[in-house]
């Protein structure tokens, strides 16, 4: 793998939430390694609900009290990004099943996974969705998250080593 191509996209529905925390926290750990050169991430949702719009405040909040910034708009998933990421990482089944009813999604399906394969202490492979719930709620998120994204980032290095 060529580490100046990696690129990884973090999708859920509404991309106010879940996905743009995970590349919120995905971002922190890149930089904080000095991979920003090697590692390129972004976010969406696979709805267009909040095309444009920046996180839920309470995304916002629980990512500021754990010391991690978020700047970014949402935005809807295309076809087109499924050629032009390298791992497309879905935070629940639902989410999974849209990206794989993209028309090209069978060419790239190699790539497409459940955001929780990398979270070794899993009891189920999906990131709840905070949205309707409380602040305990969302730092459940960022907990999964954080886990998960630190076993991506070992996952990508070892790549890079081999």
Known sequence: MN?????????????????????????KKIKDKGLEDYIITDSC??????VGDSPDPRTI??????????????RQLHHHDLVHF????????????NIHRLPNASQH???IKLMRSYDVY??????????YGTEQDFQQVFEILERSTENLLAAIQERFNS
């Open 3 to 27: 580490p100046s191509s990696t690129k990884v996209l973090f999708v859920c529905l509404g991309n106010i939430c879940r996905s743009p925390l995970a590349e919120a926290i995905f971002r």
């Open 45 to 50: 949702g696979t709805a267009n609900y909040h």
């Open 61 to 74: 909040k629980n990512a500021m009290q754990n010391g991690v910034a978020i700047n970014h708009l949402g």
């Open 86 to 97: 390298d791992l497309i990482l879905a935070m629940d089944e639902s989410n999974l099943r």
């Open 109 to 111: 399906s190699h790539k």
């Open 122 to 131: 899993a009891d189920t492979m999906e990131v709840p969705d905070p949205y």
